[in-house]
Structures are given as C-alpha cells and as structure tokens.
C-alpha cells in the first residue's frame, strides 16, 4: 500500500517561503516520476512542479517558476517544495503524487497525497 503524506503547510504572510515535504511509504520513490499540484476553492485541481524520478529534469508551472523549487531525496524517500515569494493566488491545497513518467498531467499519476493546506495573507 503506497502512502504519501504531505507536512509543512500553513497561514504565511505576502512575500514568505514555507517548504512543503512529501514523505512516502509502501513502495520507494527512487523510480518514479513525482509531481506537486494544488487545488484552489472552487477551481480545479492544477500542476505545480514535477521531477523526473533522478531528479535531473524539473519541470513547473509559468505562475511559479523562478520562485518554486522542487527537490527530492531518494535516500529519505521525501519530496520537497520550497516556495518563496508566496502570493495570496498560491493559497491552496497542495498535492503531491507518484507516477509512471515526468508530466504536468493529472492522469499521469497513480498515487496521490491527502494535501496540506497553505494560505497566504496579504
């Protein structure tokens, strides 16, 4: 059974960071791709960064790139988002989840997190 758990969110101020981590259980992360999305009250589910399973090749979203970073490691079996610059429309629910190849696509992935909220005031 693969678990993924999400930790790190919270209320951060306009211009803050928090790093999001994403600890996996069940099955190592060493050779899958994986992924961060986030959800927004009544939009839908959206990417946010994605990792080859080496980590060599990342992949994000125009609205995030340059002040999201995405990194893993394997040893620990975790995946991180570091965000900085945050602005009140990266207030979210934030996802991450395990899949088969590097892609910005929900479909893409097989396992998926609980999310961890994340607020930005202004």
């Given at each position: 059974?693969v678990?993924?758990?999400e930790?790190g969110?919270?209320?951060?101020q306009?211009g ?10 069940g ?5 899958y791709?994986m992924g961060w999305f986030?959800q927004?009250?009544?939009k839908?589910r959206e990417?946010?960064?994605?990792s ?5 090749s990342?992949?994000y979203?125009?609205?995030?790139k ?5 990194s ?7 995946v ?17 989840a395990?899949?088969g190849g ?8 097989n396992?998926?997190?609980?999310g ?7």
């Amino acid at each position: 059974q693969v678990q993924l758990v999400e930790s790190g969110g919270g209320l951060v101020q306009a211009g803050g960071s928090l790093r999001l981590s994403c600890a996996a259980s069940g099955r190592a992360v060493t050779y899958y791709a994986m992924g961060w999305f986030r959800q927004a009250p009544g939009k839908e589910r959206e990417f946010v960064a994605g990792s080859s399973w080496r980590g060599d090749s990342t992949y994000y979203a125009a609205s995030v790139k340059g002040r999201f970073t995405i990194s893993r490691d394997n040893a620990k079996n975790t995946v991180y988002l570091q965000m900085n610059s945050l602005k009140d429309e990266d207030t979210a629910v934030y996802y991450c989840a395990m899949g088969g190849g590097p892609s910005n696509q929900k479909s893409s992935y097989n396992y998926w997190g609980q999310g961890t909220q994340v607020t930005v005031s202004s």
